[in-house]
């Protein structure tokens, strides 16, 4: 079964697969958020179906770099992350924001003296974190 999926599907899902005892276990190796053995399945619906509202590369990436699914789930809600798609590196966001501006006027002839280097530093002590199997980088503000 694959979740999310509405709560009477997901009672009859766990009816077949409980073989009468009632007992079951989750095993999920593709969720981004980390799934325990015993988490009470209806919450782990939940927190499918809400992260199921976004783009999966941006859950993917902040999924990486936060504590837990609430966490993610709070960061999402609020709006409070920056986030560029499609790129290979922090490298990339850097050129992003130098080219739209973020750091200011800077003329195009003085951009081959700036150390990127620096700036890669400067972006993950702000917090940004690069994911690259989705190709995403990503900044939560909370």
């Known amino acids: ?84 798609y499609d790129v290979e590196s922090l490298y990339d966001v850097a050129d992003v924001l130098m080219r739209s501006g973020y750091y200011g006027r800077v003329p195009v002839a003085l951009w081959r003296f700036i150390d990127y280097h620096k700036v890669v530093r400067d972006l993950e002590d702000a917090g940004w974190y690069f994911q690259p199997e989705v190709r995403v980088a990503v900044q939560p503000l909370l």
């Open 1 to 84: 079964m694959s979740l999310p999926m509405s709560e009477d599907d997901l009672k009859q899902a766990l009816e077949k697969i409980a073989d009468g005892d009632g007992v079951w276990e989750i095993r999920d190796f593709e969720a981004p958020f980390i799934i325990e053995k015993k988490d009470d399945v209806f919450a782990v619906n939940e927190i499918a179906a809400i992260m199921a509202e976004y783009d999966h590369r941006l859950v993917f990436a902040l999924c990486g770099c936060t504590n837990n699914a609430d966490q993610v789930i709070r960061i999402l809600n609020s709006g409070q992350y920056n986030v560029c």
